[in-house]
């Protein structure tokens, strides 16, 4: 069964939910104080946090650091994984990056659509972005700054993003719930509340990463949650 993670901003942690819903069954202390986004490579889950401006590879579902390196920008907020490289953004430099593989150096980028970039995700051909200052949901072409299309969010104090294959997750520090989308669209078909009362970075862990599975098709579990 494929499951939500999230992390927050207030408890300080990483969350590993059972499917789509507020259910727990798994948590631990993210690297630092201010956790941002997260992702899922398939095996291990990858971090991003705003006060010490770096991004993290954990080992599994758990706090132990294998790897690590300096975010591009000062207040590096989203994170993804494309199936091989780091997808970022930070919302002091507006821009939006791709890294080579795990590590500092960065091989394209471009400037975000607005002025607070807070989470990124990476739908097998195109950029998904979401910004806190303009609370819209944007659909990139490919990787660029070129928008197909766009939607508001369903609150106020939008934040992370996810894509699940047909669907966006979105989270909201304003009403602190967690989405589930009807496709690319604001259409809510399902929420519940998130663990604490600052959730930030979200990720779904059966993502599809065209390039490096057959296209459909998901990332096996592996990991005994």
């Known amino acids: ?11 300080l942690k990483i969350y590993l939910h059972t499917g789509f819903s507020s259910t727990i069954s798994n948590s631990f202390a993210s690297p630092s104080t201010a956790p941002r986004s997260l992702s899922w490579d398939g095996t291990n889950v990858l971090s991003v946090d705003y006060d010490s401006a770096k991004i993290y590879l954990h080992t599994g579902f758990s706090s132990t650091i294998s790897n690590s390196f300096a975010s591009p920008s ?22 939006i990056y791709l890294h080579t593989g795990f590590s500092s150096t960065i091989s394209n980028s471009f400037s975000s659509p607005s002025t607070y970039p807070y989470g990124v995700s990476w739908d ?15 659909l990139h072409t490919g990787f660029s700054s070129t928008i197909s299309n766009s939607f508001s969010s369903p609150s106020t104090g939008l934040e ?12 909201d520090s304003s009403s602190d719930k967690i989405y589930l989308h009807t496709g690319f ?5 399902n ?35």
């Open 1 to 11: 069964m494929a499951n939500v993670l999230s992390s927050d901003a207030t408890s």
């Open 185 to 189: 669209s604001s259409t809510i078909s």
């Open 124 to 138: 097998g051909t195109n950029v998904l972005s979401s910004d806190a200052s303009s609370d819209k949901i944007y």
């Open 160 to 171: 992370g993003i996810s894509w699940d294959g047909t669907n966006v997750l979105s989270d």
């Open 74 to 95: 000062t207040g590096p907020t989203g994170l993804s994984w494309d199936g091989t490289n780091v997808l970022s953004c930070d919302a002091r430099s507006d821009k």
């Open 191 to 225: 929420s519940f509340s998130s663990p604490s009362t600052g959730p930030f970075g979200l990720e779904w862990d059966d993502r599809v990463y065209f390039g490096r599975f057959p296209k459909g098709s998901y990332y096996p579990h592996i990991l005994a949650h």
